[in-house]
């Protein structure tokens, strides 16, 4: 939970001897750039983030007059918040007519989230002729509706009393989604979290803890007949990402006939795959080798830290294996030297056995240079490669021309393929080409080309490289893949894997594609990954803001829970675009399970208790797990100084709140007491510092309306709090984000909270070790964390 921050600082300077014309026109704009740098800081954005905005000249602009129409109205400085939401409006709004209109709401607070935002814009959108209707407007949007935790807890109470015979029938069976849907649609603009929170608080309380009955699992639907199969949960998956309906195990998903696979040997019965008079023999001597076992794998190249498109191709190459007693390899396709790295194959393995998966064997492309070079010579021996001298940009596109070198003899093009090993040619003078149309029409794809960079493994011993297209299928070949499952956009290949295992008369495997997985507001792209960690954006591929695997492992996602998002989305072969928050909702149902509750204080406020019942700390028993108490529980020191979260007192309260204030007494929680104020010391400013309290026993009275958090004798911690990186769902969509992915950031993306408070339970906690907070969420030990801090 602990890191450093870094801060990047820009010099500048100025030539003396310039010309003097020059001067004066770099120095208005020099100045102007500088007001309006400082203008946008002011907001609460980063430096590098306020840089970015001034590229977009549209966008800063618009800003620029958010801002000053904002300070115009406030007569002072703009506050973080405000300025995240006139970030989000000056970036957002199409049709600049109304921006004057919705900062007035915003500068006044009548607009203070993100959601009553969202609403405002979309609002305008669809009402475009003037004029607008101010009424009708405030209330599409909220204006003036301030939803406080007592209103989400009446509205709780209400949805869950009407529920409540069945929900004592059915207990924890009983469908909690409905408790929440109906709670949100009483209060539209509430927080959904905290919703979820009042919903799970007060059915544990309705309920009790869970008993062994509710805890056994529901039976099993019963299978679909034959005939039904090939309507699978696929089908689940809609088109904006959402997902619903009942979702199959993967393993259900990927055994047997459940995907129509052939079986292994029976290639040749797959539409569309070529077959040559030797094809029977070689699937003969294919089926004596494996024993109808069936083989994939998965081929990263090793460039790069996977990513949660590379979850779903890891969970289905070593699924399908593991779901037909099969048996699936790891191969690091290692044909580019220029680009791989230690570290990333290593990162590849660990997240690989992070997600439960063990190779049979971890091989690499370099493993058969020598075979696939063989294999080259022979392809030229049978006049179906040559050696070509057209540059790079000459090969690009669908419609390049043809080689002037394409009918060269045989042993010329051997002559030539011989001195491209033994670095007679320079990068880019010569190739070898393969004689094939691709489907996609790109003519004689490149088989090998010359880079002068050593190989991880190999050295300085070759100076020419196998290319993607001539290494896979051989590969595949070689390890004798039943299956050789890719990603849609190899589909173009399909006819080249066919063609080159034919031509060279080798065991030819079957190649099917199926969709990828993206998520909205993600780039997973490792180029612009780069792009992000150079700008400073996030600190490294593991920043838990990305998507990649090593980011969700340090952001505290358990690999139980994206293995069950794979198989939500289920196997598709069309591309699926996913919402986020339904992969943090399959986290949140492992966690649930699987993270022991502790107590944490992020705003604390010093309570004294003027009549403690003893001259020592007491110990008191939390359980780890309030609705399963047979999970065991933790103890905790509660002495007459204890925290509070700041939010949880207010001097003068509005009508429903329910925590600490004058007159309204409070339980902590596990304790058994109740605290009622006697005093608010207040500092030099006016803000309250601390707090005189008295407690009771909860039994000796009244019982309170509310029960609070609370720690005492706690740790001192770090807590960083994560938001979206980007502020719209297709950050890489020109339409959408006209300045580039590098202007959508979200200023708000990374709350540090350098002073927390936390139960001293979490003491021995190690790096990965995840824990539910009471009332604020899950966290996650970071790797930062050292001894004696966290």
């Known amino acids: 939970m602990a890191a450093s921050l870094s801060y990047w600082s820009v010099g500048y300077c100025q030539c003396a001897d310039w010309p003097q014309s020059f001067l004066s026109v770099s120095g208005v704009l020099a100045m102007a750039a500088l007001d309006?740098?400082?203008?946008?800081?002011?907001?609460?954005?980063?430096?590098?983030?306020?840089?970015?905005?001034?590229?977009?000249?549209?966008?800063?602009?618009?800003?620029?007059?958010?801002?000053?129409?904002?300070?115009?109205t406030l007569g002072s400085t703009i506050d973080k918040?405000?300025?995240?939401?006139?970030?989000?409006?000056?970036?957002?709004?199409?049709?600049?007519?109304r921006l004057s209109f919705l900062v007035s709401y915003v500068a006044n607070k009548k607009i203070h989230t993100e959601l009553q935002l969202s609403a405002a814009l979309e609002y305008v959108r669809s009402h475009p002729l003037?004029?607008?209707?101010?009424?009708?407007?405030?209330?599409?949007c909220g204006v003036g509706v301030m939803v406080t935790p007592e209103q989400i807890e009446e509205a709780v109470e209400t949805t869950i009393n009407r529920h409540r015979p069945q929900l004592l029938e059915e207990r924890y069976r009983f469908n909690m989604g409905l408790l929440m849907g109906e709670a949100r649609a009483v209060l539209k603009w509430a927080d959904g979290k905290m919703i979820k929170h009042e919903v799970d608080m007060q059915v544990l309380h309705l309920l009790g803890p869970k008993t062994e009955t509710d805890l056994e699992k529901k039976p099993k639907v019963s299978k679909a007949r034959p005939e039904e199969k090939d309507q699978r949960t696929t089908k689940d998956v809609v088109e904006n990402g959402e997902a619903a309906g009942q979702t199959l195990s993967l393993m259900e998903q990927l055994r047997g006939e459940a995907l129509k696979f052939h079986k292994p040997g029976e290639n040749y019965k797959t539409p569309g795959y070529v077959t040559t008079p030797h094809t029977m023999e070689l699937l003969k001597q294919h089926l004596e080798i494996t024993g109808g076992q069936v083989r994939t794998r998965f081929p990263?190249?090793?460039?790069?830290?996977?990513?949660?498109?590379?979850?779903?191709?890891?969970?289905?190459?070593?699924?399908?294996?593991?779901?037909?007693?099969?048996?699936?390899?790891?191969?690091?396709?290692?044909?580019?030297?220029?680009?791989?790295?230690?570290?990333?194959?290593?990162?590849?393995?660990?997240?690989?056995?992070?997600?439960?998966?063990?190779?049979?064997?971890?091989?690499?492309a370099s493993d058969y240079f020598d075979q696939l070079y063989a294999w080259a010579v022979e392809l030229i021996h049978r006049g179906q490669a040559y050696v070509c001298h057209q540059r790079g940009e000459e090969l690009k596109g669908h419609n390049s021309l043809p080689s002037p070198w394409r009918d060269r003899p045989i042993e010329e093009s051997l002559l030539l393929f011989e001195a491209m090993r033994k670095g007679k040619f320079a990068e880019g003078e010569a190739t070898l080409r393969m004689k094939l149309v691709m489907e996609d029409g790109k003519m004689d794809p490149v088989a090998y080309r010359v880079k002068y960079t050593p190989h991880h493994r190999t050295g300085d011993t070759w100076c020419i490289y196998p290319t993607y297209d001539y290494t896979h299928c051989l590969c595949d070949s070689i390890e004798h893949?039943?299956?050789?499952?890719?990603?849609?956009?190899?589909?173009?290949?399909?006819?080249s894997y066919f063609w080159l295992c034919n031509a060279l008369d080798v065991y030819c495997p079957v190649q099917w594609e199926y969709g990828r997985l993206n998520l909205h507001y993600a780039v997973v792209s490792k180029r612009k990954i780069l792009q992000l960690v150079a700008a400073g954006a996030v600190r490294d591929w593991d920043d838990p803001r990305l998507f990649t695997l090593t980011a969700l492992r340090r952001r505290g996602f358990p690999p139980e829970a994206i293995n069950n998002f794979c198989a939500r989305v289920g196997v598709t072969v069309a591309q699926t675009t996913m919402e986020p928050h339904l992969l943090e909702a399959c986290v949140r149902d492992v966690l649930n399970d699987t993270a022991p509750r502790a107590m944490a204080v992020l705003e604390p406020l010093q309570v004294i208790i003027t009549n403690f019942p003893s001259a020592k700390s007491l110990d008191i028993q939390v359980p780890n797990f309030p609705a399963d108490e047979t999970k065991g529980f933790h103890q905790v020191p509660f002495g007459p100084i204890v925290f509070i979260e700041r939010t949880d007192f207010k001097e003068e309260p509005e009508p429903g709140y329910k925590r600490l204030a004058w007159g309204q007494p409070v339980g902590l929680r596990h304790t058994g007491y109740v605290i009622e104020l006697q005093h608010a010391v207040k500092g030099p400013s006016g803000c309250v510092e601390s707090l005189e309290v008295t407690c009771r026993r909860a039994d000796a009275g009244e019982k309170p309306k509310a029960f609070i958090h609370w720690v005492s004798q706690p740790l001192t911690c770090e807590v960083r709090l994560y938001e979206r990186l980007f502020q719209h769902k297709n950050p890489e969509d020109p339409a959408e984000v006209p300045g580039g992915f590098l202007s959508d950031l979200n200023p708000a993306s990374l709350q540090v909270v350098e002073s927390a408070l936390v139960?001293?339970?979490?003491?021995?906690?190690?790096?990965?070790?995840?824990?539910?907070?009471?009332?604020?969420?899950?966290?996650?030990?970071?790797?930062?964390?050292?001894?004696?801090?966290?």
């Open 36 to 72: 309006s740098l400082s203008l946008f800081t002011g907001l609460g954005l980063s430096e590098h983030k306020a840089r970015e905005t001034l590229k977009n000249t549209a966008l800063s602009a618009q800003l620029r007059e958010a801002a000053t129409q904002a300070q115009q």
């Open 81 to 97: 918040a405000t300025g995240t939401l006139l970030y989000g409006l000056a970036s957002r709004l199409k049709d600049p007519r």
């Open 130 to 140: 003037d004029p607008i209707n101010t009424e009708e407007f405030e209330q599409e």
């Open 300 to 364: 990263p190249e090793p460039n790069g830290i996977l990513h949660i498109g590379h979850a779903k191709a890891i969970n289905f190459n070593f699924g399908y294996a593991k779901a037909n007693n099969g048996i699936c390899f790891l191969r690091f396709d290692d044909t580019n030297p220029e680009k791989e790295e230690a570290k990333f194959f290593t990162a590849i393995c660990d997240m690989v056995a992070w997600l439960g998966y063990t190779p049979y064997k971890v091989t690499y």
């Open 481 to 495: 893949i039943t299956h050789s499952l890719c990603t849609k956009e190899f589909q173009a290949r399909r006819s």
């Open 759 to 790: 139960d001293c339970s979490v003491a021995l906690a190690k790096p990965f070790d995840k824990f539910q907070f009471e009332r604020l969420g899950y966290f996650s030990v970071d790797p930062d964390s050292c001894q004696g801090q966290m």
